[in-house]
């Protein structure tokens, strides 16, 4: 059942001045390094001065434990990987992990960040960090932690139901566009119901602990420290929120419960990063601070998402009679010589833009591609051809460009990686609530330009062409 915005406001006040003193109190106790997996780009959305590495080989992870962050973010990219590639990645990167936590002496926290919508491989990824990580360190993982609350996307868990924003009104998670997802889509909004679900009945939805609003609100730190204590044989825990407020009581029970030997897993949106990494909030990001070498070329916007609300945001974004706009035909893509041509009309046609100083909007065709296979892994597959394809007509360009945006998980992951060569950013901060800017290192095609990576699933209908007018001279 859907609920108004303003049920937000029936819960009483949390004295946050005396959370964040507590807080920091445990936090600064915890010497364990955050290694957050991130299986899109869009998960450093809530921070700003943290490194993302974009590979795990031995020198990243250790430069990212030498930092003196409380976290660092490892890049998966695994929301577009087959169950197979999943696997593999994650078996490597906790390999790598622990072989460098032993050489430093310095132990580590897993968290699995992945969509507040709730798609990606779960519970595959955990399991997997599970094993490894019991394997290797020889402790026991006592529980999961599942956190979807993601304020600046309007996402909320209330009463174990997580919901959607959508305009006033607050929509069952299931029943969002984002639950019909062709690879990760899921049928239950109750978070308990989603575990059951997800884990095919192997953790029931009686045994799953829930952390209640009403326990947050009246900051019974005893109440929820006791919960997390009695939580064993790898239970699942949800955490009810809609502030960051609600996140912070949590995270002081939860770094007790930690301290007195409690060991977890979690699964989580951005904000519970932020929060248990100790980040401060800064103000939006301007355009000086973001593009530090000026380019009288333009800047390119490519938008590989699907999903409803980036429709809209494309077709309000075409409003600004200031911006080209280049479609590309993905329907072409199963016929590969055709497919090659319509790319190299599409970047022919973005190179003359740039060069005339004009900012470009490069975007696939709104219809959803599939394999008619019925195979979910033979979509995921086209999808990946597709993303190819619009990563090229970053890393094909000769010109540089004076920003890059890119909208969509996959999308901003494949333009990061393959296009540009980042093989470690600087979170710069956000260009809009959710929206992360990554500043490209000096391995990378281009070189410091400010890279925007917009998530197909946040904002209003017109976030894409506010952050777009904020870049733009």
Same mark, same amino acid.
């Given at each position: 059942? %859907?609920?108004?915005?303003?049920?937000?406001?029936?819960?009483?006040?949390?004295?946050? %001045?005396?959370? =964040?003193?507590?807080?920091?109190?445990?936090?600064?106790?915890?010497?364990?390094?955050?290694?957050?997996?991130?299986?899109?780009?869009?998960?450093?959305?809530?921070?700003?001065?943290?490194?993302?590495?974009?590979?795990?080989?031995?020198?990243?992870?250790?430069?990212?434990?030498?930092?003196?962050?409380?976290?660092?973010?490892?890049?998966?990219?695994?929301?577009?990987?087959?169950?197979?590639?999943?696997?593999?990645?994650?078996?490597?990167? %906790?390999?790598?992990? =622990?072989?460098?936590?032993?050489?430093?002496?310095?132990?580590?926290?897993?968290?699995?960040?992945?969509?507040?919508?709730?798609?990606?491989?779960?519970?595959?990824?955990?399991?997997?960090?599970?094993?490894?990580?019991?394997?290797?360190?020889?402790?026991?993982?006592?529980?999961?932690?599942?956190?979807?609350?993601?304020?600046?996307?309007?996402?909320?868990?209330?009463?174990?139901?997580?919901?959607?924003?959508?305009?006033? =009104?607050?929509?069952?998670?299931?029943?969002?566009?984002?639950?019909? =997802?062709?690879?990760?889509?899921?049928?239950?909004?109750?978070?308990?119901?989603?575990?059951?679900?997800?884990?095919?009945? %192997?953790?029931?939805?009686?045994?799953?602990?829930?952390?209640?609003?009403?326990?947050?609100?009246?900051?019974?730190?005893?109440?929820?420290?006791?919960?997390?204590?009695?939580?064993?044989?790898?239970?699942?825990?949800?955490?009810?929120?809609?502030?960051?407020?609600?996140?912070?009581?949590?995270?002081?029970?939860?770094?007790?419960?930690?301290?007195?030997?409690?060991?977890?897993?979690?699964?989580?949106?951005?904000?519970?990063?932020?929060?248990?990494?100790?980040?401060?909030?800064?103000?939006?990001?301007?355009?000086?601070?973001?593009?530090?070498?000026?380019?009288?070329?333009?800047?390119?916007?490519?938008?590989?998402?699907?999903?409803?609300?980036?429709?809209?945001?494309?077709?309000?974004?075409?409003?600004?009679?200031?911006?080209?706009?280049?479609?590309?035909?993905?329907?072409?893509?199963?016929?590969?010589?055709?497919?090659?041509?319509?790319?190299?009309?599409?970047?022919?046609?973005?190179?003359?833009?740039?060069?005339?100083?004009?900012?470009?909007?490069?975007?696939?065709?709104?219809?959803?591609?599939?394999?008619?296979?019925?195979?979910?892994?033979?979509?995921?597959?086209?999808?990946?051809?597709?993303?190819?394809?619009?990563?090229?007509?970053?890393?094909?360009?000769?010109?540089?460009?004076?920003?890059?945006?890119?909208?969509?998980?996959?999308?901003?992951?494949?333009?990061?990686?393959?296009?540009?060569?980042?093989?470690?950013?600087?979170?710069?901060?956000?260009?809009?609530?959710?929206?992360?800017?990554?500043?490209?290192?000096?391995?990378?095609?281009?070189?410091?330009?400010?890279?925007?990576?917009?998530?197909?699933?946040?904002?209003?209908?017109?976030?894409?062409?506010?952050?777009?007018?904020?870049?733009?001279?």
């Amino acid at each position: 059942m %859907a609920l108004k915005m303003d049920v937000l406001d029936t819960y009483q006040p949390i004295d946050e %001045a005396l959370a =964040d003193t507590l807080l920091a109190e445990e936090i600064e106790k915890n010497n364990k390094k955050i290694v957050v997996l991130d299986d899109d780009p869009t998960g450093v959305q809530t921070v700003h001065d943290i490194s993302v590495y974009t590979n795990w080989t031995k020198d990243s992870i250790a430069e990212g434990f030498a930092e003196e962050n409380k976290l660092f973010y490892v890049l998966t990219n695994s929301r577009g990987f087959t169950s197979a590639q999943t696997e593999k990645a994650h078996k490597e990167i %906790a390999k790598v992990v =622990d072989e460098v936590s032993k050489e430093t002496g310095k132990e580590y926290i897993f968290i699995s960040r992945s969509d507040s919508t709730l798609r990606g491989h779960y519970p595959l990824e955990t399991m997997l960090l599970k094993e490894e990580y019991e394997k290797n360190t020889g402790k026991k993982i006592d529980g999961e932690i599942l956190c979807p609350f993601f304020k600046e996307g309007g996402r909320y868990t209330i009463g174990d139901v997580h919901y959607v924003k959508y305009g006033d =009104d607050l929509i069952p998670a299931a029943e969002t566009e984002f639950a019909k =997802d062709k690879t990760f889509g899921y049928t239950s909004s109750n978070m308990k119901e989603y575990v059951e679900e997800k884990t095919k009945g %192997a953790y029931k939805a009686e045994d799953v602990t829930a952390i209640s609003l009403e326990d947050i609100h009246a900051m019974n730190l005893d109440k929820i420290e006791e919960q997390l204590m009695a939580v064993e044989n790898f239970n699942k825990i949800i955490v009810n929120a809609i502030d960051y407020a609600d996140i912070k009581v949590f995270c002081i029970a939860l770094y007790r419960a930690m301290a007195k030997g409690k060991v977890f897993m979690f699964r989580t949106a951005a904000a519970i990063v932020k929060v248990m990494g100790g980040v401060s909030s800064i103000p939006l990001l301007t355009r000086e601070q973001m593009v530090v070498k000026e380019t009288e070329n333009g800047g390119i916007i490519v938008v590989g998402s699907h999903t409803e609300k980036t429709t809209k945001q494309v077709e309000m974004l075409k409003e600004n009679k200031q911006i080209e706009f280049v479609e590309l035909d993905a329907t072409l893509v199963k016929d590969e010589e055709a497919f090659e041509k319509e790319v190299e009309r599409c970047l022919s046609l973005e190179e003359s833009y740039l060069a005339a100083g004009k900012t470009v909007c490069v975007y696939t065709t709104r219809a959803l591609i599939t394999a008619d296979t019925g195979d979910k892994e033979d979509d995921l597959r086209l999808a990946v051809k597709i993303s190819d394809a619009v990563q090229s007509l970053v890393g094909r360009l000769t010109i540089v460009p004076s920003f890059v945006i890119a909208k969509g998980g996959i999308t901003s992951s494949d333009v990061g990686t393959k296009a540009l060569a980042v093989q470690k950013a600087n979170v710069l901060g956000q260009i809009k609530p959710g929206i992360p800017v990554w500043q490209t290192g000096e391995e990378s095609k281009f070189p410091l330009t400010p890279y925007v990576i917009f998530p197909g699933n946040v904002g209003e209908v017109s976030t894409l062409k506010e952050a777009v007018e904020v870049l733009m001279k």
